[in-house]
């Protein structure tokens, strides 16, 4: 089993937490997903410590870490709504 890296697996799910179950085994299986939730974890650590910059330059970092943020929810909401999606396969009914 592939690790999982706990902060980006937490980050998800504070976003998502209804889904706690399908984002941990996403992460486990796919590491496209799990690489997405820690840059969300990264891109939150980053806005956090904003107000650590130098003042010219904190509102176009905020920004910029608010729109990659967004970006990341936007695309881990698409990823567990696309694996909500059960295909049924359509067979000849009654055919042996």
């Known amino acids: 089993m592939t ?3 706990a ?5 998800a799910i504070r976003h998502f937490p209804d889904s706690a ?8 299986e796919n ?13 939150e650590e980053a806005l956090a410590a904003v107000d650590r910059l130098a003042e010219a330059a904190r509102a176009e970092r905020r920004l ?3 729109s990659f943020i967004r970006g990341a929810l936007a695309e881990i909401g698409a990823e567990l709504r696309r694996i909500k999606i ?3 396969e359509r067979g000849n009914r009654g055919q042996p």
């Open 64 to 66: 910029e870490w608010l």
């Open 21 to 28: 179950r399908r984002i941990e085994a996403l992460a486990c």
């Open 3 to 5: 690790r999982v890296t």
């Open 31 to 43: 590491e496209g997903f799990r690489d997405l939730c820690d840059e969300l974890a990264a891109a």
């Open 86 to 88: 059960v295909p049924i």
């Open 7 to 11: 902060d980006g697996v937490h980050a």
